[in-house]
């Protein structure tokens, strides 16, 4: 469907998403994935299954950059509490 169009997302470009966007981004990649993973069934050409895995590593790449904004979010709310969660609070065991 969108091969060219879903080269290889560099990660500076989703920093400056929303988390609308990134959600929808997600979610072409995933169907992106689901009809290569059925041209790789049907045996199609060679050229689709080696894009198998750039889109897996935007899945990556796009669910990283939701993560760390989510959290950092959450740092920013708690930052002037009495508590964190336990999640948030630096980890001394390392």
Same mark, same amino acid.
């Given at each position: 469907?969108?091969?060219?169009?879903? *080269? %290889?997302?560099? !990660?500076?470009?989703?920093?400056?998403?929303?988390?609308?966007?990134?959600?929808?981004? &997600?979610?072409? &990649?995933?169907?992106?994935?689901?009809?290569?993973? !059925? *041209?790789?069934?049907?045996?199609? =050409? *060679? $050229? #689709? &299954?080696?894009?198998? %895995? !750039?889109?897996? #590593? $935007?899945? =990556?790449?796009?669910? +990283? !950059?939701?993560?760390?904004?989510? /959290? =950092?979010? &959450?740092?920013?709310?708690? $930052?002037?509490? #009495?508590?964190?969660?336990?999640?948030?609070?630096? /980890? %001394? +065991?390392?």
């Amino acid at each position: 469907v969108g091969l060219q169009r879903m *080269a %290889k997302i560099k !990660v500076h470009e989703l920093r400056g998403k929303t988390k609308q966007e990134l959600t929808k981004q &997600l979610d072409d &990649l995933k169907n992106e994935l689901v009809n290569l993973r !059925v *041209a790789k069934v049907t045996g199609s =050409a *060679a $050229s #689709k &299954l080696s894009k198998i %895995k !750039v889109v897996r #590593k $935007s899945i =990556a790449r796009v669910l +990283t !950059v939701i993560n760390q904004t989510q /959290k =950092a979010e &959450l740092r920013k709310f708690y $930052s002037g509490k #009495k508590y964190l969660p336990l999640d948030l609070r630096t /980890k %001394k +065991t390392r």
